[in-house]
């Protein structure tokens, strides 16, 4: 009887570390990657924006490059994320801060718009 009481007392111990053990955060970081934006029917033509997404100290961070390299790659100031939602701001010299709100489509798209103005969608750039 002790040996039973001894294997319960063991067993149901390694059931509730276990259960303790475990963590509460997904195990990945949807926006977190590589994206490839693209703006379309801007006053100066489609636009196209490559950036990385990387999560520091709970907070995804990046700027925006252009795929071409011939412009300089423009700091990402603030991003908001609320579930399944992402807003992108970044600044201009010419109209000050900009978002681009994108919404998940699928495992590998967004869709969304500049300024509530221009159709913009995001495609990952698998590596």
């Not at 039973?4 to 390694?14: D, R």
């Not at 029917?41 to 795929?67: C, H, I, M, Q, Y």
């Not at 412009?71 to 807003?87: Q, V, W």
Request: glycine share 8%.
């Amino acid at each position: 009887m002790k040996k039973v009481s001894l294997f319960l007392f063991v067993f149901i111990l390694g059931v509730c570390v276990k259960g303790f053990s475990q963590t509460t955060t997904p195990s990945t970081d949807f926006f977190a990657g590589k994206w490839e934006i693209t703006v379309v029917g801007t006053p100066e033509g489609d636009a196209k924006f490559v950036t990385e997404l990387t999560r520091k100290d709970g907070k995804l961070t990046g700027e925006l490059k252009d795929p071409t390299g011939t412009r300089p790659a423009t700091p990402i100031t603030k991003i908001e994320e609320t579930g399944d939602k992402l807003t992108i701001h970044f600044d201009t010299s010419q109209a000050g801060e900009i978002p681009i709100e994108l919404s998940k489509v699928d495992d590998d798209h967004l869709k969304g718009s500049l300024m509530n103005m221009f159709e913009s969608t995001a495609l990952r750039v698998k590596k």
